[in-house]
């Protein structure tokens, strides 16, 4: 089963911008649908944003024009460049990886079948 690995959460001031990774451990010979998601304390895990493997994105309406979600260096990477952010951006954020196609349904999260661990992202006003 592929592992997933994600980095570079953290803490910033609104406004700020902070860039997320994420990529699958060990090799696969698979290429991979990969997404964002978050999910604060006591709330549902919500799409955040896709990346198709034909490079199509999606995006929540919440982080259009904010957010954007790319292809790594190598397959089955994938970065998440988070700008102007606000306190209500603040949660876990988790990395998401299935087989294609995965345009259907992709910010719900009973569609994605291997996760990471989760990074913190805080925003402070």
């Known amino acids: 089963q592929v592992q997933l690995a994600e980095s570079g959460g953290g803490s910033v001031q609104a406004g700020g911008s902070l860039t997320l990774s994420c990529g699958t451990i060990?090799?696969?010979?698979?290429?991979?649908?990969m997404a964002w998601f978050r999910q604060e304390s006591g709330k549902e895990r919500e799409g955040v944003a896709a990346?198709?493997?034909?490079?199509?994105?999606y995006y929540a309406d919440s982080v259009k024009g904010r957010f954007t979600i790319s292809q790594g260096s190598t397959k089955n990477t994938v970065s998440l460049q988070m700008n102007s952010l606000t306190p209500e951006d603040t949660a876990i954020y988790y990395c998401?990886?299935?087989?294609?196609?995965?345009?259907?349904?992709?910010?719900?999260?009973?569609?994605?079948?291997?996760w990471g661990q989760g990074t913190q992202v805080t925003v402070s006003s």
């Open positions: 990346l198709d493997v034909d490079g199509t994105t």
């Open positions: 060990g090799y696969s010979h698979n290429n991979y649908c």
């Open positions: 998401a990886a299935e087989h294609p196609p995965c345009g259907d349904n992709w910010n719900a999260a009973w569609a994605w079948g291997i």
